[in-house]
């Protein structure tokens, strides 16, 4: 087994939380913070972006796999609670640093010239999506199994689809986008593929066997390290058979019928109807979704509705968005009160600043989307694409 052992990253940007090391010409960053489930750091964050840029003109690197040794998440999302404390104690620099480092990452990783591979086991959220969804956009693929569950649930804490993701979503088929930014549901490897937020499925028991034999086979080129994992993988018309068999799949129908709606009101009232007078299975499911609609933001639910629907530009646009969003979620949305009720009091009793998303004016969720800087001031003005 061959293993060249890469430079350390700079002092600034060494966390022990995240590993970085070349095997067979194989970038590997694996993610080393399991008692957090991976929830990403500003240092974790550093790490990684610190070793992409090594391996992105080193000749002795073909292609870059990102994963996790610990089977309960890949990455729960970023550390919400630092953030809840850092905002309590007036420090605004370190949100600002935090989210702009974050989304630099992310960019970095949708536009790596080299195949990004990342490998979805376990929990996969919010932060976690933002490390993975790029892979596909390099070259490279988003590899789920048995135990991976999806999510971007930041309605339930009154933020929004972030790192990103609203691009992702504003391109998946039908309404998915719209209802998963929404809702904030969760998605199984089925579900994922189905969603096309996944590439390849292959059940974990084997991953120690396909890594072993990334780490020793031979390999000339990126596109050869892809294609090996996609030989390993679940053949491609298993892969869509287990997708058209997903539960996303079988609600397809009704989502798009409701979701497709101008705003969540509308999709509220549509829902509310069919959990009266729809037929048994699908008032049963308007009623479940009714529930979840009723338990989020609705502040929250309004601005990650607007998040995908304006999303058709770059990730870099989508990028400097969504860094605006931060300030104002913070300032003036929900945030802190979703992370005081579900994360630190856990009294699940949030007081939202509406107490529902009939009672959302538009004017509140434009004043969401209002930038505190200038174009030529924006923290992310360098990203381009």
């Known amino acids: ?203 974990e028991t084997a991953w120690p066997g396909l890594l072993d034999g990334l780490e020793s086979e031979p390999f000339a080129t990126g596109a050869e390290v892809v294609a090996r994992i996609r030989q390993a993988a679940l053949p491609e018309h298993e892969a869509r058979r287990l997708a058209e068999g997903s539960s996303l799949a079988a609600v397809r129908g009704w989502l798009d019928r409701h979701f497709s709606l101008a705003d969540v009101p509308a999709m509220l009232a549509s829902l509310e109807a069919a959990r009266l007078a729809g037929e048994r299975e699908h008032a049963e499911w308007a009623e479940q979704i009714v529930g979840v609609l009723r338990a989020r933001s609705p502040l929250s639910m309004a601005v990650s509705l607007e998040v995908v629907s304006r999303a058709e530009g770059t990730m870099a646009d989508c990028l400097r968005r969504d860094l605006d969003l931060t300030r104002s979620s913070f300032a003036t949305g929900d945030v802190m009160e979703g992370i005081r009720a579900r994360i630190v009091d856990k009294d699940d009793h949030p007081q939202w600043r509406f107490a529902n998303i009939e009672d959302v004016p538009r004017e509140a969720v434009e004043q969401m989307f209002e930038s505190p800087w200038s174009v030529t001031e924006h923290p992310l003005r360098e990203l381009i694409g």
């Not at 590993?19 to 990684?48: D, F, H, S």
């Open 1 to 203: 087994m061959s293993h060249e052992a890469t430079a350390s990253p700079t002092a600034s940007h060494a966390d022990p939380h995240v590993l970085t090391r070349v095997a067979n010409r194989i970038g590997y960053i694996e993610l080393e913070r399991p008692q957090a489930l991976n929830a990403l750091t500003t240092a974790m964050v550093r790490t990684m972006h610190a070793a992409l840029d090594r391996w992105r003109n080193d000749p002795g690197v073909l292609a870059v796999i990102v994963r996790t040794r610990h089977a309960r998440a890949f990455c729960a999302g970023g550390d919400v609670r630092f953030l809840y404390e850092a905002y309590r104690a007036g420090d605004q620099a370190a949100l600002d640093t935090f989210f702009a480092d974050e989304y630099r990452l992310n960019h970095a990783i949708f536009t790596y010239p080299k195949p990004y591979i990342a490998m979805l086991n376990g929990v996969v959220m919010g932060g976690g999506m933002g490390i993975s969804q790029g892979a596909y956009r390099t070259g490279g693929l988003r590899l789920v199994g048995a135990t991976t569950r999806m999510a971007m649930p930041e309605t339930r804490i009154g933020l929004f689809p972030d790192v990103g993701m609203g691009w992702f979503l504003a391109r998946t088929p039908g309404a998915i986008g719209r209802y998963l930014a929404v809702t904030g549901e969760t998605l199984d490897q089925a579900s994922a593929l189905y969603a096309g937020l996944a590439d390849a499925s292959l059940d």
